[in-house]
């Protein structure tokens, strides 16, 4: 018995090590994949163009605590998101090649990270959950 109390002490000591040196990041990491995974589901898809270019930034941090900076690296990402006004400056009108829309066009913006934002709760939770498990699973416990 007193094995047994040693062994759950030394393991308790590694995971006690392993949460406190890498775990905030660690989770930060694996919550910017969930998270990235659900602003993909609710970014607008014409081209697939703004889907493609969004990714995993950074993860700082460490220690307790850490952060994953995600963002969309397209001309248009922050006006797909907020919108606003195009006007034009050397033509005499915009146009997508077919239609032609005046010398402005105002667009809403869709929100989609506002979206993402508001649905990914559970699955960064759920990233963070596994990273714990997994943390602890291997110091033994």
Known sequence: MA???????????????????NAARECAADAGQ???????GTT??????????ERVDSVRGGG?????????????AAFRET???ITVKSARVLSNGSAFFGRS???????????ADSAAGGPIDEACDN??????????L
């Open 131 to 140: 990273t714990i498990a997994r943390i602890l699973r291997d110091a033994g």
């Open 105 to 115: 066009v105002t667009q809403s913006g869709s929100h989609y990270f506002e979206r």
């Open 44 to 53: 607008p898809v014409l081209s697939g163009e703004l889907r493609a270019s």
């Open 3 to 21: 094995g047994d109390l040693g062994e759950l002490a030394a393991a308790l000591r590694r995971a006690g090590e392993q949460l406190e040196l």
């Open 34 to 40: 969930a998270y990235l995974q659900v602003l993909r």
């Open 64 to 76: 307790t605590f850490a952060v994953a900076t995600i963002g969309a690296h397209t001309v248009y």
């Open 83 to 85: 919108g606003g006004t």
